[in-house]
């Protein structure tokens, strides 16, 4: 700046004004100094400026999978409102992996991040101390984490798939296999706990043959399709956890020599762009996407404003189930519900 400052015939701080937005520049000035930047090809040290202010104007974000269309669409949320806050954001994905998101964590931290927003894995190895030192302001978004107290935006899983399985049981199906995702996250004991209830509400017996454990990809989808097809009394039903293993269940249906919905109805866990567009059209559960990303940055920026000392918030929003065409009555259908 102080070359700039020279080349302007201008003082360093007139200089500093200008660039940091920090007072008025008169438009000859801002003209002289522009023209000094250009010619001598100055650009702001972003590190030194940090180190300086305290701040890096950055955030962290780690998701389990970037390929999910709801991680997907949660975090171009989350980015618009940061873009918005005059905030940059740091993806990491963990791919599931404990040990992973521990190190994305650190590489976050290490370059400063100003907050964190986290869709945890396993335990939530680090977390826990990062939120005991209060280092940096955390929000868990879509999973909560065992012992650790803080700002998280969820769903009410359990309410949202205990309506989507009592939809089944309302167009006759007795028989509902279940295609569940790694059971150590809260939104699977949720959603588990839903599957549960609704068959009990139902008069309906738990079968513990009916339900299949998946990793949350489309390859575990398709195995647990598969076994639960493959069973002597198959189900009518299947309700696959979330969105890319019912693409499985749907490659299962077709390579077996079945049809959805005249063999076998489909429903699943999160809507996505392409539900309306699949033969048959899916019925899905859908997240309140947009309002999950904004209100997790809210979270976060409400924190970063200096609201440190307020007590940990627990946002938990409403699921919505969208009837589509890949689920057919067996005999007549007494209601229909909407989450």
Partial sequence: MLHVAEAARVSVATVSALINGTATVSPELSQRIAQAIRDIGYKRNAIARSLKMGTTRTIGLTVPHITNPFFTDVVSVIQQAFDRAGYAVMLCCTDEDLNTQDEQIRLLLDRMVDGLIVARVGDGGILKRIVEDANVPVVLLDRLCEGVDTDAVVLDNQRAVFDAITYLVHLGHRRIGYITGTSDISPMHGRMTGYREALQAAGLPFE???????????????????????LHDRPTAVFSANNPMVIGTMKAIRDIGLSCPEDISVACFDDFPWSDVFVPQLTTVAQPVQAIGEQAA?????????????????LVLKGRLMIRNSCRPLGAIVQTVSA
Avoid: C
Avoid at 218 to 223: I, K, R, S
């Fill in 208 to 230: 513990s043959e009916l339900v299949r454990h998946g990793n949350f990809h489309e390859v575990d989808g398709y195995n647990a399709s598969m076994q639960l097809l493959s």
């Fill in 298 to 314: 809210n979270l976060l920026l409400d924190r970063l404003a200096g609201n440190r000392d307020a007590p940990p918030r627990k």
